[in-house]
């Protein structure tokens, strides 16, 4: 098989131990999980780790591999601590099959095993011929059926071969032979005996099927998050006098009881005399029981230049096609769901188009005029109101009342009797008593429960009524037809694309995670830089589509005008788009579970649309609520499109520019901060 360039030739462990773990401690929270944990495993050999559930073997997996950090401790893997610049575990030099399956469900077979093909730097002929052995080996079932539809047994081989591709030093199985049969079970252990013949490749294995383990070289019996003992399964029966590994293992741990209830001070229910560690030249016929700290050992200095430090933080554009294309192959695979991604933005435009901002229509309004005559001011005024979205119902005071009461009529108009006289008066004379005034006004009591669209409605006709002293010119800026749906439209394009992209990312990275897709990636050599920028720009493609049908809909159906840059609009949209992918990419790395990822996401959607100035002008927002509304990724950005799309103006005026920058400044912040919780977290 060809090497990776990048790899660093084999190297072997310290003192010819594959893993040194030195009074390693973990907890989680109040939690102690691994508590002064010392194990040995020698460099070409099998360690079979075993230890009752929950007693942290996994834990302590994930802490050998890097995907969970040490509290206390020190860790050594093939040479040196994991993630340590240059260092190759994480990377190709580390196969790890995580307990959870850790397999996209929507990808093949081959699919699976060519990803982390991708990621190791394995040349496609060396890929088919490891996959080609690796499906013939675990007696896989055809290379192109669906991971979603094989069993939970075939599923657990896929996921072994994955960690076996690419020929790694060290292979990490946690519990690898759960679900298999026993004929494949006794394959698998002589696959992994015939590897380590050659020394060069060590492995760690765990196990419920204790008896299996006496094909390892070295078992360690783990319990309360320590090692009780370590060493040659054969030996450690005889020293029990136990038929079998097992009976040694409930020994040992009734040995550990009896001495923890002697040393009731002993936190973790005691451990036994300290012994001999692998590398002091220990008598193999003897296991090491109670592994204590040993000799105190002088922990060795680890350095790497510059060049490597920088070289180790630069993502790799090889992982980055890897994820790119497993995104792809996936969106291929749900042809559904990326036509549900690419729609829904287009639904949603086209349903405010459609129902925000219209005119009331036929709203049935009581009209109650006492005065008579057909040449009255009263006739001439009723005959201003807009007919499609009034229909005026003539009628007496106390019918037109009951009807209001009742919910029939949405307002009630009333005209006195003298009203045309009266209203002449007022016109003419400079000052009159108060009975001409009410009595020449119209009076108008509206049910206010639908006050928004009948105040809207009566003052666009009091505009209309007042024509002989209002002259409305040719707007300076948007046309005499402009409506609340222009005014909304271009903040709530900027809205749908945000929170598409915030929806998509948080729900896709939280679910990754949680299936152990994140981890495997991360042991696989893939960094969150990689991982971020990789989501970043197939995630662009998404949003570059949506942009497009929201622009064909928005100009061409809907016709909502565009006065400037076509390039700028799309930019400015595009942008938002990589805030709500970086914003969800924060979500994501920050929290754990789909159902609280949802919540953070819902409920920053409402408050950030209404104090955006999206739905209503910000300046209409009280004062302390605008400064923090200036402040949000939209409010300026919204600004910039309204001013772009139907002023026409460009990045020359500060209006326009100051929505790119905040909208930049956010991306630039949500992405180092996504990367930040990402590191912290992992
Ligand atoms: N993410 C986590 N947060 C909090 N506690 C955890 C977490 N992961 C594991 N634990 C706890 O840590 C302890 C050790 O868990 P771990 O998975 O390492 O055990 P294990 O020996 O591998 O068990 P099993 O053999 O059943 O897989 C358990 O008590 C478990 O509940």
Redesign the pocket.
């Known amino acids: 098989m060809k090497a990776d360039e990048e790899a660093p030739p084999p190297s072997p462990g310290l003192g010819g131990s594959a893993i040194r773990c030195r009074e390693v401690c973990r907890s ?2 109040e ?1 102690k ?1 691994l508590s002064n944990l010392n194990l040995t495993v020698p460099q070409g050999q099998i360690y079979g780790l075993l ?12 802490c050998i591999v890097g995907t969970l950090k040490i509290s206390r401790g020190h860790i050594s893997v093939l040479g040196k601590p994991p993630a340590f610049p240059g260092h190759q575990v994480p990377g190709r030099m580390v196969g790890y099959m995580p ?1 959870d399956l850790a397999l996209y469900n929507e990808f093949t077979i081959s699919d699976t095993l060519t990803f982390f093909g991708r990621i190791h730097g394995l040349s496609s002929t060396d890929t088919q011929a490891r996959m080609d052995f690796l499906v013939d080996f675990l007696d896989l079932p055809q290379k192109s059926k669906l991971v979603r539809n094989l069993s939970g047994g075939q599923k657990r081989r896929v996921s072994l071969g994955a960690a076996l591709l690419q020929n790694p030093q060290l292979l990490i199985l ?2 690898p032979t759960v679900g298999v049969d026993p004929v494949l079970r006794a394959k698998i252990w002589q696959h992994l005996v015939e590897i380590v013949k050659t020394g060069k490749v060590s492995v760690v294995i ?1 196990t ?1 099927y204790i008896e299996e383990a006496r094909q390892a070289n070295v078992v360690g019996l ?1 319990r309360n ?1 320590r090692l009780l003992a370590e060493g040659h399964p054969e030996t450690m029966m005889k020293q029990h006098n136990a038929p079998t590994l097992e009976k040694a293992f409930l020994q040992l741990c009734e040995t550990s009881d009896q001495v923890g209830s002697k040393h009731s001070t002993s936190p973790l229910g005691g451990v036994l005399e300290s012994s001999q560690s692998f590398e002091s030249g220990r008598d193999e016929s003897q296991p090491i029981l109670g592994v204590g700290p040993g000799p105190v050992e002088e922990l060795p200095k680890y350095s790497a230049d510059w060049k490597v430090r920088v070289r180790h933080v630069m993502p790799k554009w090889r992982n980055i096609a890897a994820l790119i294309i497993k995104t792809t192959v996936r969106m291929k695979r749900m042809p559904g769901s990326l036509c549900f991604q690419f729609l829904l933005p287009v639904i949603q435009i086209s349903l405010m188009c459609l129902c925000i901002g219209g005119d009331p229509k036929e709203i049935q309004v009581a009209v109650v005029n006492n005065e008579t005559s057909s040449s009255s001011y009263s006739q001439s005024l009723l005959s201003f109101l807009d007919n499609s979205s009034v229909q005026q119902v003539n009628l007496s005071h106390a019918e037109a009342f009951s009807g209001a009461y009742n919910g029939e009529y949405w307002a009630v108009i009333g005209f006195g009797k003298n009203f045309t006289s009266y209203l002449t008066k007022r016109m003419i004379q400079q000052q009159v008593s108060k009975e001409v005034v009410d009595g020449g006004s119209v009076h108008v009591r509206l049910d206010q429960t639908s006050k928004l669209s009948l105040r809207r409605k009566y003052s666009t006709d009091y505009f209309s009524l007042s024509r002989f002293s209002f002259q409305f010119e040719e707007p300076i800026y948007g046309s005499m037809n402009s409506d609340f749906t222009t005014f909304v439209t271009p903040g709530a394009v900027l809205s749908i694309t945000f929170y598409l992209a915030v929806g998509l990312t948080a729900l896709s990275f939280v679910i990754e995670r949680k299936e152990g897709l994140m981890d495997r990636c991360w042991v696989a050599g893939v960094s969150s830089l990689e991982t971020v920028l990789a989501h970043l720009i197939s995630q662009l493609f998404v949003i570059s589509i949506q942009v497009i049908l929201l622009l064909l809909l928005m100009l061409l159906v809907f016709k909502i005008p565009n006065e400037g840059s076509l390039v700028l609009v799309i930019a400015l949209i595009g942008l938002q788009g990589v805030t709500g992918i970086s914003f969800g990419l924060v979500i994501s790395s920050a929290i754990d579970d789909e159902q609280n990822a949802n919540q953070a996401a819902l409920g920053v959607f409402y408050p950030n649309l209404i104090v955006s100035g999206i739905i209503w002008p910000v300046e209409c927002i009280p004062y302390p609520l605008r400064y923090i509304s200036l402040a949000l990724p939209q409010t300026y950005a919204s600004e910039a499109l309204r001013c772009i799309m139907y002023r026409g103006w460009g990045l020359s005026r500060m209006m326009v520019w100051r929505g790119f920058a905040v909208t930049l400044g956010w991306n630039t912040f949500f992405v180092i901060l996504a990367i930040v919780i990402l590191k912290l977290r992992t």
Do not use: A, F, N
């Not at 230890?51 to 994930?62: A, H, I, R, V």
């Open positions: 989680y929270g939690l999980v230890g009752p559930s929950g007693c942290g073997k996994t834990t302590l997996l994930k307990q946690d519990e765990t419920h783990m998050g």
